[in-house]
């Protein structure tokens, strides 16, 4: 099993910056992957952006430019780090980790955090 632990959400202005932390611990070795997706109230759950262990991306077209993903493979955390935030970014945002299908970006088991209130005000 792994465990994920978020942090770094808030209430932001439009055209700040927030960055999101995400610790995993537990069977780390078991994922290949790590990333975020959010929800707004009343969607679907989205990808927001995906890690590789071997550093391939995998970005939501509505954060392209505007977000970036980053990891720590020693602290086994993962970041988010979001720029030129507009009030459609306002989601819950969740910590997601997993092992992807070979050259895919399908999960064949992941593991979820609890989610952070990210807020971006007009």
């Known amino acids: 099993q792994v465990q994920l632990v978020e942090s770094g959400g808030g209430l932001v202005q439009a055209g700040g910056s927030l960055r999101l932390s995400c610790a995993a611990s537990?069977?780390?070795?078991?994922?290949?992957?790590m990333g975020w997706y959010r929800q707004a109230p009343g969607k679907q759950r989205e990808l927001v952006a995906a890690l590789t262990n071997g550093g391939t991306t995998n970005y939501a077209d509505s954060v392209k430019g505007r977000f970036t993903v980053s990891r720590d493979n020693a602290k086994n955390t993962v970041y988010l780090q979001m720029n030129s935030l507009k009030p459609e970014d306002t989601a819950v945002y969740y910590c997601?980790?997993?092992?992807?299908?070979?050259?895919?970006?399908?999960?064949?088991?992941?593991?979820w955090g609890q989610g952070t209130q990210v807020t971006v005000s007009s």
């Open positions: 997601n980790a997993g092992k992807l299908l070979g050259g895919t970006w399908i999960y064949e088991y992941n593991y």
């Open positions: 537990g069977t780390t070795f078991s994922i290949n992957a």
